[in-house]
């Protein structure tokens, strides 16, 4: 062996020697000494230092102010008060068929389903409901002026209506300051109201909930809110406690409002639910409508839309949207109460259907409540929207017009007693729908 390979043989030894040294004294001398605890505190006490003399030089607090500032975040919008709640789903059915993807309710403002976005073949994600964004409603819904008592809520989304849904006329117009007095079963209640002597919409528009939750499911989700109405500041009854709550799936969404009486005396109640359901593409004229109501409520006149008291049959008339696939809303203008609801022997319950064949898509509403008597319809002739409001109540329920025997749709609820209202939205595509033939 020469000499240059003996030398690194013992080169090589050399090294590993000292890389076994090092490791020892390393593990041994430093590791178990408690020297690297030591650095460690050594660091940290010269961090602290620093920190605290760049404080007293006001570093610090401008660093903390820049941070603050580029992690601050917009500021929510909060309609009523009251942060908006939205339930979300993923899209599952491969594009081919229509489907619900979200809704987003308004707890600071009774609940009103301000938004519902769906998917639509060959239209891709369309916002349902005709309204504006979160913070348009929060700007609207100020509570004041025109919006005193809410009624920026019927213009916009989906409003909830109780304790009653529509309309009341104050007995013999009497009206003064804003309010409409109304008399049931010998009580008189003050309401709210226009100065043409009629109270819109119920008294729920503008509450704030008193809780609100959601709960998120394997397809969709479900948000509850509730309210302790009391006399709706004096102007019912008794007290009542309301409760909305929103369930979303992908072909359907369940709204159900229960209505508790929590006071001493009993009171009369309506519900009602007030969509205003968007018109794509100008399609108004060729849009299909179809309403299980027998009858109409006569009006005395279509501005008002305040009945006289009459039913009318619809059959052979322009307003029968009875018929299978319904009829085409055309130029109709409608204000309208239909009652006397049936029920084909397809369906479980009443249904009415607003359809858009040019987009092959529809909306279905079924009252799964027998105690929804009427379907409001209100589709003004100019307008981007048409609402059909399934509701307990006849339009003007406490009126006089009525013959003493007609029973006008409120619901009685003694103390400690509850009534529910429920219906159920569902998305369909008119190629395969058994329904619109």
């Not at 998120?216 to 009542?240: C, E, M, N, Y």
């Not at 209505?259 to 309506?270: H, I, M, S």
């Not at 839309?305 to 059959?315: A, C, Q």
């Not at 084909?344 to 529809?362: C, I, Q, R, W």
Request: charged share 20%; no cysteine; aromatic share 6%.
């Amino acid at each position: 062996m020469d000499e240059s390979r003996m030398s690194g043989m013992y080169l090589a030894m050399v090294e590993r020697w000292l890389r076994s040294l090092t490791h020892r004294l390393w593990r041994r001398g430093l590791m178990r000494s408690g020297m690297v605890t030591g650095l460690i505190l050594a660091v940290l006490v010269g961090v602290l230092s620093f920190a605290y003399r760049e404080r007293g030089r006001g570093n610090l607090h401008k660093l903390e102010a820049k941070i603050a500032t580029d992690r601050q975040e917009a500021p929510v919008s909060l309609p009523g008060g009251q942060e908006a709640i939205e339930l979300t789903r993923t899209r599952l059915m491969g594009g081919t068929m229509p489907e619900f993807l979200s809704v987003t309710m308004l707890p600071g403002r009774g609940m009103n389903v301000l938004q519902i976005v769906a998917y639509i073949p060959g239209k891709g994600e369309v916002n349902l409901l005709a309204s504006p964004t979160v913070e348009g409603a929060e700007s609207a819904m100020t509570g004041t002026g025109e919006d005193a008592d809410g009624q920026a809520s019927l213009t916009m989304g989906g409003a909830f209506e109780a304790p009653w849904a529509g309309r009341i006329e104050g007995v013999a117009s009497q009206v003064a300051g804003g309010r409409v007095s109304a008399v049931w079963h010998g009580h008189t209640m003050t309401l709210p109201g226009s100065a043409e002597g009629v109270a819109r919409g119920g008294l729920l528009l503008a509450n704030a909930a008193d809780s609100a939750e959601t709960t998120a499911l394997p397809d969709g989700g479900q948000a509850q809110a509730v309210f302790h109405a009391g006399d709706f500041g004096a102007h019912w009854p008794s007290k009542t406690d309301v409760t909305v709550t929103v369930l979303l799936g992908s072909q359907w969404i369940e709204l159900t409002v229960v209505a508790r009486n929590t006071g001493d005396a009993p009171e009369p109640v309506g519900i009602g639910w007030h969509p205003r359901f968007t018109i794509f593409d100008g399609n108004r004229e060729q849009l299909r409508l179809r309403l299980p109501g027998e009858m109409r409520e006569e009006v005395s006149d279509q501005e008002s839309g305040l009945p006289t008291g009459v039913l009318l049959p619809v059959n052979g008339t322009a307003y029968d949207f009875t018929m299978r696939g319904g009829a085409a809303l055309g130029k109709m203008e409608l204000d309208d109460g239909f009652v006397a609801l049936h029920r084909d022997l397809m369906d479980n319950s009443a249904a009415a259907e607003l359809s858009d064949p040019a987009n092959d898509y529809g909306v279905r509403l079924t009252a799964l409540s027998p105690t929804i008597k009427a379907f409001r319809v209100v589709a003004p002739a100019d307008a981007d929207y048409v609402s059909i409001v399934p509701q307990f109540n006849y339009d003007d329920p406490f009126g006089r017009e009525w013959p003493k025997e007609t029973d006008t749709g409120m619901v009685v609820l003694q103390p400690g007693q509850s009534t529910q209202w429920e219906i159920r939205l569902e998305l369909f595509s008119l190629a395969g729908n058994q329904n619109a033939k």
